[in-house]
Nanobody, 114 residues
Framework: QVQLVESGGGLVQAGGSLRLSCAASGSMFSIMGWYRQAPGKERELVATITSRGRTNYPDSVKGRFTVSRDNAKNTVYLQMNSLKPDDTAVYYC??????????WGKGTLVTVSS
């Protein structure tokens, strides 16, 4: 049974930093990453990373957020710097297994105060 367990969310002031972690179990994953959903908005991509370390970011977080992974631990991280109030959202871990199935974590809330 595949499980994704996120941690690291919380409240931070604008300009601050947070680090999210997601520990995955139950399979091997080719792509891991993070999405977020703000109130009243659709879920959007934040960052992805392949098992070989290739990363992808939208312009909205490029240069501020860094995704990394520990393949031995099946864990993906998201280092978020220079946070803005617009980054406030529920952040979801996503992992795509080597068989092509996508899995989601339950989400962790990040709140950035101005």
């Amino acid at each position: 049974q595949v499980q994704l367990v996120e941690s690291g969310g919380g409240l931070v002031q604008a300009g601050g930093s947070l680090r999210l972690s997601c520990a995955a179990s139950g399979s091997m994953f080719s792509i891991m990453g993070w999405y977020r959903q703000a109130p009243g908005k659709e879920r959007e991509l934040v960052a992805t990373i392949t098992s070989r370390g290739r990363t992808n970011y939208p312009d909205s977080v490029k240069g501020r957020f860094t995704v990394s992974r520990d393949n031995a631990k099946n864990t993906v991280y998201l280092q978020m710097n220079s946070l803005k109030p617009d980054d406030t959202a529920v952040y979801y871990c996503n992992a795509v297994s080597v068989f092509g199935t996508a899995y989601w974590g339950k989400g962790t809330l990040v709140t950035v105060s101005s």
